[in-house]
């Protein structure tokens, strides 16, 4: 007659539990050992509640007994799992379609468009001249884009080579300049107007490395009592000087813009520059005309302001070495990814 001992049933249970962790496939399964055969209300430690049956001197050792066979059993599920691992590794290591140590690949990101990154040094540069920005339509009225800036209607830049007329009767602005009626028109006759207002402009030309048919200027409009053009002077020169990091000088030239008088071009080049060296021509500007001011509420016997129009696409191929204005717009990538 044989009788089983808790002994020969914690051997048993041992045993097998030992086996099922061997022959373990996956991860998954030693989980499913450690939840049943290895658990708290398992098999192995339900021995622990027939203790009380054994004679008293072989209750702490067969307690510790249990114990070391649940701890030698978990040890064994931690190895056969470290194995997995291990396993798992080597396997990607040697799948040549799969290179752990090969470096990322690199995120790729957007960046700024050279045109936008000049738009946005301006606007910057005159916002801490206490000008700000301000925007106006791209599709204007014939009022704001001619009327208005004093260009009378037999003005060649009327004619259908220059304007891009739409069959509304609207006109692709030809500059940014509507935006100072536009601007003084919402200070309702009350001065300063101190604002700069970038965008979009169109003519209709034919391309050549140049000139493009759509491209970008910089408007400014400051209006207030006693504004002259030594002001104006001065705002453009510390303007340019920040806009193109270092001290300039700057030099008026007389030129007929219908919206200003008097009107000029101004260059600029290095302060200090020997007398001889060149002039670069940057911008349009001059005092606004009385009819201007007029045209957007303000009172030319009481006040004065000066204006000024810059070619945003110049400045950035300056900037940037660019020679074509073509491939501004062109959205080709080669191009916009130097940037
Ligand atoms: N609007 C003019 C142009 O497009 C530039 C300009 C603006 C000139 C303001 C004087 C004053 O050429």
């Known amino acids: 007659m044989s009788t089983t001992t808790p002994r020969d049933e914690l051997e048993r249970l041992s045993r097998e539990a030992l086996a099922a962790i061997e022959a373990a496939e996956s991860g998954e399964q ?14 192995l430690m339900s021995l622990m509640r027939g203790i009380k049956d054994l004679p008293a001197e072989e209750r702490a050792p067969f307690g510790q007994a249990v114990n070391a066979a649940r701890q030698s059993l978990e040890e064994a ?57 301000v925007d106006g339509p791209e599709v204007e009225t014939e009022a704001y884009n001619f009327d208005y800036l004093n260009i009378p209607s037999h003005h060649p830049a009327r004619d259908m080579q220059d304007t891009m007329w739409l069959d509304s009767g609207h006109v692709m602005r030809t500059h940014t300049s509507p935006v100072q009626l536009r601007a003084m028109q919402r200070a309702e006759g009350k001065p300063p107007v101190r604002v700069i207002a970038p965008g979009r402009v169109f003519r209709n030309e034919q391309p050549d490395a140049t000139h493009e048919h759509t491209f970008h200027q910089v408007e400014g409009l400051m209006v207030d009592e006693g504004v002259s053009v030594a002001d104006m002077k001065a705002v453009l020169r510390l303007a340019l000087s920040r806009l193109f990091g270092g001290s300039v000088e700057v030099r008026l030239r007389p030129h007929y813009f219908p919206f200003v008088e008097p009107g000029f071009e101004l260059d600029m080049r290095p302060a200090g520059s020997p007398d001889d060296a060149p002039w670069l021509e940057i911008l349009g500007c001059g005092m606004v005309h009385p009819e201007v001011l007029r045209a957007g509420g303000m009172d030319p016997e009481q006040v004065s302001g000066f204006a000024f129009g810059m070619g945003l696409d110049r400045l950035a191929m300056m900037r940037f070495g660019i020679e074509d204005v073509r491939w501004m717009m062109s959205g080709d990538l080669r191009f916009l990814q130097q940037f």
């Not at 030693?30 to 098999?43: D, S, Y």
């Not at 396997?91 to 000049?118: C, K, M, N, Q, Y």
């Open 30 to 43: 030693l989980e499913q050992i450690e939840k049943t055969a290895l658990a708290r209300k398992g098999p």
């Open 77 to 133: 599920v931690v190895s056969r799992r470290d194995a997995f691992t291990a396993q798992r590794l080597a396997a990607e290591a040697s799948d040549t379609r799969f290179d752990p140590s090969e470096p990322a690949r690199p995120l790729s990101h957007g960046h700024l468009h050279p045109i936008t990154r000049i738009r946005r040094e301006a606007e910057e540069v005159f916002m801490g001249l206490g000008f700000s920005v």
